[in-house]
């Protein structure tokens, strides 16, 4: 399974910005998509997830009102779409695959090259 995000930019805060993960190989092997988030110092850190089939979503306390995740099967993509971005949200975000719907990165076994978001004060 191949993932590759795009989407990061620098934006002000309280802006908005769409992130994208598109995925190609034997994303069937895979069962949910999720995105992390890793700042500067910091641990990689669950941001939210969503299942290729069905209509589950899940997402982190620091986030929740304010990401929403949504996927396009036709296309095997995932977006995070970002809104009221705050400063500390600024981190390179990860999309990735696995097999279970946690929250642990431990849990997905694919990655993508990670994309940074930038949010100014």
């Known amino acids: 399974v191949q993932l590759q995000a795009s989407g990061g930019g620098l934006v002000q805060a309280g802006g908005s910005l769409r992130l994208s993960c598109a995925a190609s190989?034997?994303?069937?092997?895979?069962?949910?998509l999720g995105w992390f988030r890793q700042a500067p110092g910091k641990e990689r850190e669950f941001v939210a997830l969503?299942?290729?089939?069905?209509?589950?979503?899940r997402y982190a306390d620091s986030v929740e009102g304010r990401f929403t995740v949504s996927r396009d099967n036709a296309k095997n993509t995932v977006y995070l779409q970002m809104n009221s971005l705050k400063p500390e949200d600024t981190a390179v975000y990860y999309c990735?695959?696995?097999?279970?719907?946690?929250?642990?990165?431990?849990?997905?076994?694919?990655w993508g090259q990670g994309t940074l978001v930038t949010v100014s004060s």
């Open positions: 990735a695959a696995g097999r279970a719907g946690l929250t642990s990165p431990g849990a997905y076994d694919y």
């Open positions: 969503i299942t290729w089939r069905g209509n589950s979503a």
């Open positions: 190989g034997r994303t069937f092997s895979t069962t949910v």
